[in-house]
Nanobody, 123 residues
C-alpha cells in the first residue's frame, strides 16, 4: 500500500523560506514521477512543481526562481525548498505520486496523495 506523509509546513514571514518533505512508502518510488500541489484558501488545488523518474524538474510560473523540487531515491523522499515566500503562497501543500515516471507523471496527478501540510506566509 502506498502512503505519502508530508512535513515541514508552518508560519513564516514574507521573504522567508520553508522546506517541505514527503516520504513515500512502497517500492515504486524510484520509477515514478512526483509532484507538489497546493490549495490556497477558497481556491482550487493547483500544480506547483514536478520531478520525473530521471530527476528532470518542471515548475509553475509562480514557482520559477523561488522553489526547488528534488528527490532522494535512497530515502524515498521528495523535497520542495521554498524561498522568498509571499503571502499569496499561503496554502495547504500536498505531495502526489505520479502514475508514470515521465513528464505527464510529474504534471498530472496520480491517485496517491499525502495528507497535506499548511504553509502560512504573513506580510
Amino acid at each position: 500500500q502506498v502512503q505519502l506523509v508530508e512535513s515541514g509546513g508552518g508560519l513564516v514571514q514574507a521573504g522567508g523560506s520553508l522546506r517541505l518533505s514527503c516520504v513515500v512508502s512502497g517500492s515504486i518510488f524510484s520509477v515514478r514521477a512526483l509532484a507538489w500541489y497546493r490549495e490556497p484558501p477558497g481556491k482550487d488545488r493547483e500544480w506547483v512543481a514536478g520531478i520525473t523518474e530521471g530527476a528532470t524538474t518542471y515548475y509553475a510560473d509562480f514557482a520559477v526562481d523561488r522553489f526547488t523540487i528534488s528527490r532522494d531515491d535512497a530515502k524515498n523522499t521528495v523535497v520542495l525548498q521554498m524561498n522568498h515566500l509571499k503571502p499569496e503562497d499561503t496554502a495547504v501543500y500536498y505531495c502526489n505520486l505520479g502514475s508514470s515516471g515521465s513528464y505527464w507523471g510529474a504534471r498530472r496527478p496520480g491517485p496517491h496523495w499525502g495528507q497535506g501540510t499548511q504553509v502560512t506566509v504573513s506580510s
